[in-house]
């Protein structure tokens, strides 16, 4: 049984930084292709970033160059660092993870296993 549990959500200034944590369990994070997506209120579900399990990682132009994803192998855990946060990455915040190697990695259906979801808030 696959289980990716999310914490470190909460209520941030425009601005500010936030790490969201990722702690896998009845799966590797270094074998496996890792994401975060997130949801705002009456949206999809977007693709905001991606570390596969060779260390290759990629983001979406709205987040590059603001959030980097990361893991810990010894702790299991991946994590989204996230600076220069606007009111506009209000949402949601999902930990996927896959064991496939699709190319539609910015593609929610490609995922297979989903955590409960972190709030992430950010004030303006």
């Known amino acids: 049984q696959v289980q990716l549990v999310e914490s470190g959500g909460g209520l941030v200034q425009a601005g500010g930084s936030l790490t969201l944590s990722c702690a896998a369990s009845?799966?590797?994070?270094?074998?496996?292709?890792m994401g975060w997506f997130r949801q705002a209120p009456g949206k999809e579900r977007d693709f905001v970033a991606m570390?596969?399990?060779?260390?290759?990682?990629d983001y979406p132009n709205s987040v590059k160059g603001r959030f980097t994803i990361s893991r810990d192998n010894a702790k299991n855990t991946v994590y989204l660092q996230m600076n220069s946060l606007k009111s506009g990455d209000t949402a949601v915040y999902y930990c996927?993870?896959?064991?496939?190697?699709?190319?539609?990695?910015?593609?929610?259906?490609?995922?297979?296993?989903w955590g409960q979801g972190t709030q992430v808030t950010v004030s303006s």
């Open positions: 570390l596969n399990w060779n260390g290759i990682t």
């Open positions: 009845g799966r590797s994070v270094s074998r496996s292709r």
């Open positions: 996927v993870a896959s064991g496939t190697d699709s190319s539609n990695y910015y593609d929610a259906g490609s995922y297979s296993y």
